[in-house]
């Protein structure tokens, strides 16, 4: 782990040792100027010159770049990396930028997106389930669901899997590899790899593996390599270290497609630009729907692309709320739940500075939670950026309310969503009754629950 330019001012951070999952011969280019003793735990102040760009743009929030140059969300973000990954992370951030010009690239991309994808997908009108939570005289919010479930192979994923492996073939790069906890990104990355001939790898923990067979089998039938990862907790924060310890090793020949807006820059602002075709398409429909803007935007939040892709488009929007529905398992005060933005603090993982699920010596406490996407002690830097700013509200469900809510919809509408998204619907029950009547609220149905089928029988008696 090493700490490149960034915008932090002195200030203490510990440093998870989950973090630190690079070979140990890389060299640490990291100036400390002080260390605080304290038993079990190192404490380090780090003294980084703050660019004189960055100081005046902090007097007013609404107008920050959203990344700076730094790769950095304020405090949050930037690349605490080896020195090995500095050159494949500032060549990946070179080519995104040209092929964001390019427009054979985009032609490419968005005739990809409409045949193969199937975008746009619909904003559909939930109409059972608006009706579920009107309020006795006969008042209540519209409810309505961007279908992500509705793309190829189920989920939002596709979205950012398919743009990243055009980019890896631009680069010359053949051999590409994922992390994976639902499966999802890692079906998404296996598929878009057998669509362009790329070899495939993906790493998932052994847990998630048992609790999404399916996924497991649906990645091997399209000629990836499933490797599992039983170190640790064995889910995706350890499926992540693994793919990270594989990058280190083949930087030269190897692509990695990083599934969510999580880890070193340039990768939380490039897994969004992949995604914000979900909020782009949603500014669009309401317009054609009812000619005005939603007025609350609801998405689940485990690393948060989903909610990310959705919201990106409307954060300048200040009379748009956001909320992200977060993890909390068995409950936020059982010490068993994935409630990062919530319960967290600030420290580093995976190559980026945000909020972490650690105890009092900066140890990453193992995350608890139903559904196998959101089951991750990180959270994207932009999202911690979010919150700190007053932007977006984060809460939390359990598991048990996202059960009720993944029955409910099925039931109602005759969608059976993931149980990453039951954890936004689940919300709906708290939020609904605050809202005045006929209040627009936009809830990205991230994917389908087809995979979590095997996991909601051993819970629900239907």
Known sequence: MAFSSSTVSPKHYRLSSASSNFPKSQKIPLKLTKITPRPSSITCVLTEKQSMATAQVAVEPAVLQRPDSFGRFGKFGGKYVPETLMHALDELETAFKLLATDEAFQK???????????????????????????????????????????????????????AQALLAKRLGKKRIIAETGA??????????????????????????????????????LLGAEVRGVHSGTATLKDATSEAIRDWVTNVETTHYILGSVAGPHPYPMMVREFHAVIGKETRKQALEKWGGKPDVLVACVGGGSNAMGLFHEFVDDKDIRLIGVEAAGFGIDSGKHAATLTMGEVGVLHGAMSYLLQDEDGQIVEPHSISAGLDYPGVGPEHSFLKDLGRAEYYSITDEEALEAFKRLSQLEGIIPALETSHALAYLEKLCPTLPNGTKVVLNCSGRGDKDVQTAIKYLKV
Request: hydrophobic letters at 35%; one cysteine or more.
């Open 108 to 162: 490419e991309l968005d005739g990809i997106l409409k045949d193969y994808v199937g975008r746009e997908s619909p904003l559909y009108f939930a109409e059972r389930l608006t009706e579920h939570y009107k309020r006795p005289d006969g008042e209540g919010p519209l409810i309505y669901l961007k279908r992500e479930d509705l793309n190829h192979t189920g989920a939002h994923k596709i979205n950012n899997a398919v």
């Open 183 to 220: 499966g999802q990104h890692g079906v998404a990355t296996a598929t878009v790899c057998a669509r362009f001939g790329l070899e495939c790898i993906i790493y998932m923990g052994a847990q998630d593996m048992e609790r999404q067979a399916l996924n497991v089998f649906r990645m091997k």
